[in-house]
């Protein structure tokens, strides 16, 4: 069972799906803050919540906009539940920086699972666990990353990405010039079996990246595409 003072914030205009939510969580022994919207999702998040889940479709700010702001905020994982369910509708959910999404009707076992490992790949992501290894860090062209304590800089200035995004740098960066695919990418990183439909949201996450890394995403420097096969960074 997971440390109970971890808090997650549940944000849907529905107030029978929040108590379900909210009674599923307490009862795997985590703290919920609760918020009616999207507006009201962003003014709850603090340094105190571990976990954000998110309706898309909220009055006042929808999930989207909020899931924006959010990430400015805050690195901690998103969760989208949602009874959105095109996979055009997942790919907005990952621009806007999320970092998992669940259909509703939902799975309560699901649910679980997802925020726990969640958390779980949040807080090694953190370096919250033991980092007493000496540091291992990948440097070149004025890009760092030290994979001890999950920290990329770039010319000194250390950047904010999402657990998704760093494990997708620290993969491509140890293994320079080496072409990874889509699928490769997608096993790797999430951990899960690869669809087709993958793809986008292994597209969409690059594109992020890249917006942090490169002065001309357009162009990039350091994520290029490989047309056929892939992305490496060279």
Known sequence: MMNPAKTILIADDNHEIREIVRVLLESEQYH??????GEDAVNKVDDTIDLIILDMMMPRKSGIKACVEIREMTSAPILFLTAKTQDSDKTLAFSAGSDDYLSKPFSYTELVS??????RRYYVYKGKEDTSAPSDVITFNGLSVNTTV??????????TLTEIEYKLLALMAGN???IFSA??????VWGEPYFYSCNNTVMVHIRNLRMKLEKDPQNPKFIKTVWGKGYRIE
């Open 176 to 178: 320079r010039n080496k």
């Open 150 to 159: 999950n920290e990329v800089r770039m010319n000194e200035k250390e950047l």
């Open 183 to 188: 699928q490769n990418l997608y096993e790797s």
């Open 114 to 119: 997802r925020v726990k490992a969640l958390l």
């Open 32 to 37: 919920v803050v609760e918020a009616v919207d």
